[in-house]
């Protein structure tokens, strides 16, 4: 009974004390809190193949809520789900599900699912990105890694101008060879493929700090570059031993990032290349990425933003390139676009048009596409 009462007591408080947090809203009594919010993305896609018919569909990209909170000092817990980016048995795909313990010297402790630690681009939340859709660097279908279930560290110094993560998860792999398709094992399909991966992460700021958002708000200069490794292995529970119709078991990944940003004065860039080696179980599979068993995937990406109005109206250009052992061309994307904030990243319209050249290594595969995305995050 004492419990109840006492429970009942820290809800009215935090109903009585809200605050607005940088995101979402917090009910707060002392250490104890809870945090509410999510992110609204309704989006209109057009592809235009050159050989093929012109297809358009409006859709939610992500319906994404989330609870944040914590009855102890240093520890809190998050949960955050998808009811846009659901597929097949998935109806509802689970995001972040962690605990977290921040140490005295400020280093994050996490357990449960997360995202790894690599890729600027991946790391950037798809709320605070310039282009509508991430290029080739930070998507989890070409070598960066997804959300994984394990143990991820974080941390900084050197008044925070030093960052960096590490982890040691679970993550599973589609296996489909046109991809190198990460996906947490906790909205597994059952033809993924089961793993192991190590890795992290180190990232420098120089003048001022250059966070993970894109966009210039602040007008104030600041560049960063950022170092990013991992290593993957099948751990041979879940191959389907089929390497017929673009399938094939991935037996093992390394992967490399090198990026750099900068922000000030109205322009915000980002440049990134992610170099990844992975091996088939079957040694001599050739077909999308791989030949012979094998593939070096080479992804590089330069994004850049202008604020022609200040904090109201970017313009953005973006080109992405993408090879592979088994291409015969690199997969090249242009990208042109606008950003309408109007409550900078909270409330957004964006337009990207996007010219995609050789798609998946072919040689006179070409296809255009139109995003338009409105975004509303509380």
Do not use: C
């Not at 894109?214 to 104030?220: H, I, Y």
Request: proline share 2%; aromatic share 10%.
């Amino acid at each position: 009974m004492k419990t109840i009462t006492k429970s009942a007591g820290i809800i009215l408080a935090a109903a009585i004390i809200p605050s607005i947090s940088v995101a979402g809203v917090t009910f707060k009594d002392g250490d104890k809190y809870v945090k509410i919010g999510g992110r609204i993305q309704m989006q209109y896609h057009l592809s235009d193949p050159d050989a093929g018919e012109k297809t358009d569909e409006l859709f939610f990209r992500r319906l994404r809520p989330y609870i944040e909170g914590s009855l102890y000092k240093n520890w809190k817990g998050k949960i955050q789900w998808d009811m846009g980016g659901a597929n097949g048995d998935n109806e509802v795909a689970i995001k972040d599900a962690y605990m977290q313990y921040k140490t005295q010297s400020g280093t994050k402790v996490v357990v449960g699912n997360k995202t790894f630690p690599f890729s600027r681009e991946q790391l950037t939340s798809s709320k605070k990105q310039q282009l509508v859709e991430r290029t080739f660097v930070g998507d989890h279908n070409y070598g960066s890694p997804d959300r994984n279930l394990g143990v991820h560290l974080s941390g900084n110094a050197s008044n925070k101008m030093l960052t960096w993560g590490a982890a040691i998860t679970q993550a599973s792999i589609d296996p489909d060879d046109n991809k190198l398709d990460f996906d947490t094992p906790v909205n597994a399909n059952s033809d993924f493929n089961e793993g192991f991966m190590a890795g992290g992460r180190v990232e420098m700021s120089f003048g001022n700090k250059v966070k993970l958002s894109q966009g210039d708000f602040s007008g104030k200069s600041g560049t960063s570059i950022g170092l990013g490794a991992y290593t993957w292995s099948n751990d041979s529970d879940n191959n389907s031993g089929n390497e017929a119709g673009g399938k094939a078991d991935v037996d093992a990944v390394t992967g490399l990032e090198l990026s750099g940003a900068y922000r000030g004065n109205g322009l915000s860039v980002d440049a990134q290349i992610n170099s990844f080696n992975a091996e088939t179980v079957v040694a001599n599979h050739t077909g999308g990425i791989y030949k012979d068993g094998e593939t070096n995937l080479t992804n590089a990406a330069l994004e850049a933003g202008y604020m022609v109005s200040a904090k109201t109206l970017e313009l953005v250009l973006g080109y992405q390139t993408q090879d592979a052992d088994n291409y015969a061309d690199a997969w090249n994307r242009t990208s042109v676009g606008a950003n309408w904030f109007i409550e900078k990243h909270k409330i957004k319209v964006q337009m990207t048009y996007r010219i995609g050249e050789n798609l998946k290594g072919v040689t006179g595969k070409d296809e255009n596409e139109l995003y338009i995305q409105t975004q509303y995050v509380f």
